[in-house]
């Protein structure tokens, strides 16, 4: 090829716009399935703004869960992290490489094929954050799951269906507050970070997207809750809102002792109202619910 040609020749694309989703899409003979949420981003610049307001620094490891064809694994390289993305789909597990070394030669991906329900390690240096358009259906769970089984994950940027977004940032008494509120807030410090078009989106989803972004904290309590308190928390968590209409002494009589009596009984030797609502208590109050329920009532109450 002469020079000129070269010089003449358009730039290769660094991100994956409608051309090149529709390409690879074809070249891998991909229907986007519903099941495993896939909705590709094919907008460069909803890409680098998630990159941007994630505050992912050059040269530290990101994780990213669900590539899919790379739209945001692409941003992640050029700002100059190491990535490790963890991949369901094989087909799309397999081809990230080869599309991260076309578009962004000489940068660090480490593609990991699997259920990122079922990871509880990874390869490399343990990541520090999570960059994520995670699948809607699972999004929760993945998050939960992540944050139990990655220490190292300290701060994250994710994409999720609107509804879940403000409710894993919701505080008590806002009427979306719920479990994943409650549990979410177990871990750190959640915050929405505004809304994304669904126009960005091949195929384009029948729910609207917002960006959560979150800041690890030390868990609840003084001393900081334990992980066994956090399994009786979280139990308790939902039990109180299966029922959240209803008192915290009955919504938790099952789980309390088996009588409004005996739970009425762990709640005030907990410092909450028994007759208070689980949409009006902070995880440090569920807490306290956990540990108050673990002492017999002429224990250490
Ligand atoms: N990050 C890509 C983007 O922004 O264009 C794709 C995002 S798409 C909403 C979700 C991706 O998660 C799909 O690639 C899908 O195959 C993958 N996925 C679904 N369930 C998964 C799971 N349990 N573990 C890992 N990946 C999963």
């Known amino acids: 090829m002469h020079r000129h040609e070269v010089e003449g020749a358009p730039a290769q694309p660094r991100l994956l716009g409608p051309?090149?989703?529709?390409d690879l899409a074809g070249i891998l003979d991909v229907t986007p399935t519903k099941k495993l949420g896939q909705n590709f981003v094919h907008d460069g610049n909803t890409v680098r703004r998630i990159v941007q307001s994630a505050g992912v620094q050059p040269g530290e490891t990101v994780l990213e869960i669900g590539p899919g064809l790379g739209s945001l694994t692409l941003g992640l390289l050029e700002a100059g992290a190491s990535v490790t993305a963890v991949e369901i789909d094989g087909r799309l597990a397999a081809q990230l490489p080869h599309t991260a070394a076309l578009m962004q030669p000489g940068t660090d991906l480490t593609v990991v094929?699997?259920?990122?329900?079922?990871?509880?390690?990874?390869?490399?240096?343990?990541?520090v954050r999570l960059v994520a358009n995670l699948?809607?259906?699972?999004?929760?769970?993945?998050?939960l799951h992540l944050l139990e089984h990655l220490p190292s994950l300290r701060s994250g940027i994710v994409m999720v269906q609107a509804e879940v977004g403000h409710r894993l940032a919701a505080a008590p008494g806002s009427k979306v507050y719920g479990a994943p509120s409650v549990k979410a807030a177990w871990y750190g410090d959640w915050r929405t970070a505004g809304q994304v078009s669904r126009l960005v989106f091949w195929p384009v989803?029948?729910?609207?997207?917002?960006?959560?972004?979150?800041?690890?904290?030390a868990p609840p309590g003084d001393p900081a809750g334990t992980e066994e308190e956090r399994r009786a928390t979280f139990a308790i968590v939902d039990a109180a809102f299966q029922q959240?209409?209803?008192?915290l002494r009955q919504a938790l009589s099952g789980v309390?002792?088996?009588?409004?009596?005996?739970?009425?009984?762990?709640?005030?030797?907990?410092?909450?109202?028994p007759q208070a609502r689980g949409e009006q208590l902070g995880v440090a109050e569920f807490l306290a619910i956990a540990r108050a329920a673990r002492f017999p009532s002429d224990g250490l109450g």
């Open 244 to 247: 959240r209409r209803k008192m």
């Open 256 to 273: 309390l002792g088996g009588t409004s009596a005996t739970a009425a009984e762990v709640l005030e030797r907990a410092g909450v109202d």
């Open 135 to 143: 699948p809607y259906n699972v999004s929760v769970p993945v998050l």
């Open 205 to 217: 989803p029948n729910v609207d997207s917002v960006l959560v972004g979150f800041e690890r904290t």
């Open 19 to 22: 051309a090149e989703i529709r």
């Open 113 to 127: 094929h699997e259920d990122a329900l079922k990871v509880v390690e990874l390869p490399g240096e343990p990541p």
